[in-house]
């Protein structure tokens, strides 16, 4: 089994980032995406995200069979927010194993909730979905997204062995797609995917992010 690097390693927030500049923009914007409702807020945070993210997310829609979507859930998370579920989640792990270290805690907790200060979705650079039918029925992906590594056994894990055939070749559907575009998988989770980020640039061999944690600021209009 592959070494996975998780978003606590040093080497990712050694990496320089070289802000582009680039705008968030609205995902629902022109109905190319379907968007899932659960992660809604009153300003809309969770449907953004850079627009260069968003244009290879359409081009990856573009890869799949006839008769299949992506379905978005998540992109743009707000830094306070982040921190606020990195923490939430460490602590809950500080209860079930108070011998960990403070090492150990942040290595466990970023397998399911990135460090608020690298965090790809602060930077509008990561993406949480899915596959759906065109009448937005949900594929079988093994688990359900956002499923912790407690809880589903490891099986949230992208190359997890312990799922049935059928969400793997799904998996391998998904993976394809979002490839082919450009995109890298955050292994602890297979629905987690991004472009232009510090995890990016580590998978990939950039010299740098293009994108770094923003806030989301009054609607483009460029």
Known sequence: METIILMS?????????????????????????????????????????????LTRLLDAQDRLPDGLRLLFVEGYRPPALQRRYFEGYAAGLRAANPSWSADRLRDAASRYVSPPEIAPHSAGAAVDLTLATADGHELDMGTRINADPEESE?????????????????????????????????????????????????????????????????????
Do not use: Q
Not at 13 to 34: H, K, Q, S, W
Not at 178 to 207: F, I, K, Q
């Open 9 to 53: 390693d040093p080497k990712i927030a050694a990496l320089p980032v070289a802000e582009c500049g680039e705008p968030l923009v609205d995902v629902r914007d022109g109905g190319a995406l379907r968007v899932a409702a659960e992660r809604d807020d009153p300003a809309g945070a969770f449907a953004h995200l850079r627009r260069g993210v």
């Open 154 to 222: 490891g099986a949230c894990y992208t190359g997890a062995p312990n799922i049935a055939a059928e969400a793997r070749a799904n998996r391998d559907l998904l993976s394809a797609a979002l490839t082919a575009a450009g995109l890298v998988n955050y292994p602890t989770e297979w629905w987690h995917w991004s472009y232009g980020d510090r995890y990016w640039a580590l998978a990939t061999g950039a010299p740098a992010a293009l994108y770094g944690p923003r806030d989301l600021g009054p609607p483009s209009s460029d």
